[in-house]
């Protein structure tokens, strides 16, 4: 698939798949003689993983250690630890956020006008 064709079927910018390239996330191959990207099927399914771990909330540089494992098929226990620490990360944002809910609500609150 080239850039364009494969930005398309993710949803995303040519740029975005740039990027990622460039991270070394989803790295096509160059096709002479002027360098044009074209992703093999594996590489289109390292896109497809980078895309749905970004869309769960990934930033770049876990992405960067995850992505090796992943291509390897070894260190399974390292992506498992990584979900499991993103996991209970999400855990503590959602208690927080929950638990600012009602004082938040309080002070939104239009206050009764006094005669």
């Not at 590489?43 to 769960?56: F, N, P, S, T």
């Not at 399974?76 to 956020?97: H, M």
């Not at 929950?98 to 939104?108: E, F, K, T």
């Amino acid at each position: 698939m080239s850039v364009s064709e494969l930005a398309t079927a993710l949803g995303v910018r040519p740029s975005t798949l740039r990027h990622w390239d460039a991270e070394g996330l989803a790295v096509p191959d160059r096709a002479p003689p002027r360098g044009v990207r074209r992703y093999a099927p594996a590489q289109v399914r390292d896109a497809r993983i980078v895309h749905q771990l970004r869309g769960a909330g990934y930033r770049i540089a876990p992405l960067r250690v995850l992505m090796p494992g992943l291509r390897s098929g070894r260190g399974r226990e390292d992506v498992g630890a990584a979900l499991a620490v993103r996991g209970a990360s999400i855990a503590v944002r959602s208690r927080a956020l929950l638990d600012a809910s009602v004082p938040l609500s309080r002070v939104l609150a239009p206050s009764p006008r006094r005669r």
